[in-house]
């Protein structure tokens, strides 16, 4: 800001008090900017992360009970929708609904009742490695740093330290054992050390094996007296019973420690 010049044609000369205002006015105030990095370091902390995760899951799980994708056994997949693009977008709702916590069974069931026994394998592998990279990537970025902290007990610390060390053959272990629930491997990976593509690459071969069998039971669910349902029914009820007992014996052993 420039003072007036003078009557007698003198030079005009800048006024300290007024440049030493126009330096503060343009100077963001320092209480601003600190409550601007109090909210942003509160708003991502590990505990405001893990809120963010907790009402996501919270809110998918509640679509799906709203939605009730059992329905895709009776009413069938809609009619718009059909061939490649039906078997694609089966395995992008077989995904974001298993996030949500809907059951695989069910959705494998589903898989073979519309596409057959080789379609509904394919989408129903596709969905069940989309889901599980979606949850361990949700786990990951906003559930991690805040659960880590409580791996304190022994159990907890071996499952990490195993999974850090030997993801993918943990991993595969995990798929491959039919007691262990879809979400929770997922979600514990996550917090661990795991890398995704060993997670995704152990996800993709130890599901094979219990999909395949529900997604066959599925489509020869209208003859259930014919070999491949009576094949796919064993291979579901015989994993169950010795992963049952396994249990069992486990967990009388470690009483008897």
């Not at 006024?15 to 503060?24: E, F, K, V």
């Not at 505990?47 to 679509?63: E, Q, W």
């Not at 809609?78 to 977008?89: F, I, Q, S, T």
């Not at 039971?217 to 291979?235: D, W």
């Amino acid at each position: 800001m420039l003072d007036a010049t003078t009557r007698s044609g003198g030079t005009a000369t800048a006024s300290p008090r007024a440049t030493a205002t126009d330096l503060a006015a343009s100077l963001p105030p320092a209480t601003a900017t600190g409550f601007a990095a109090r909210c942003a370091r509160l708003l991502l902390s590990p505990r405001s992360r893990l809120s963010l995760l907790v009402v996501i899951l919270v809110t998918a799980a509640s679509l799906m009970l709203a939605f009730e994708p059992q329905r895709l056994l009776t009413d069938g997949w809609p009619d718009r929708l059909g061939g490649a693009a039906a078997v694609v977008a089966y395995a992008v709702a077989y995904g974001v609904c298993t996030v949500a916590f809907v059951p695989r069974p069910l959705l494998n069931l589903a898989a073979g009742a519309l596409f057959g026994s080789q379609l509904g394998l394919g989408a129903a592998l596709g969905g069940t490695v989309l889901g599980a990279g979606l949850a361990f990537c949700l786990g990951r970025a906003l559930g991690q740093e805040a659960l880590r902290p409580l791996l304190r007990g022994r159990w907890l610390k071996a499952a990490d330290d195993q999974l850090s060390r030997h993801g993918f053959r943990s991993m595969l272990a995990a798929r491959l054992f039919p007691g262990i629930p879809f979400a929770a491997s997922n979600y514990c990976a996550a917090v661990s050390r795991m890398g995704l593509l060993p997670f995704l690459l152990a996800t993709a071969l130890g599901s094979v094996p219990n999909t395949a069998a529900y997604v066959v039971a599925g489509a020869r669910a209208s003859t259930p007296t014919s070999p491949a349902f009576l094949i796919a029914l064993a291979c579901i009820a015989v994993p169950g019973l010795a992963g049952a007992v396994v249990a069992w014996r486990k967990r009388h052993q470690l009483r008897g420690r």
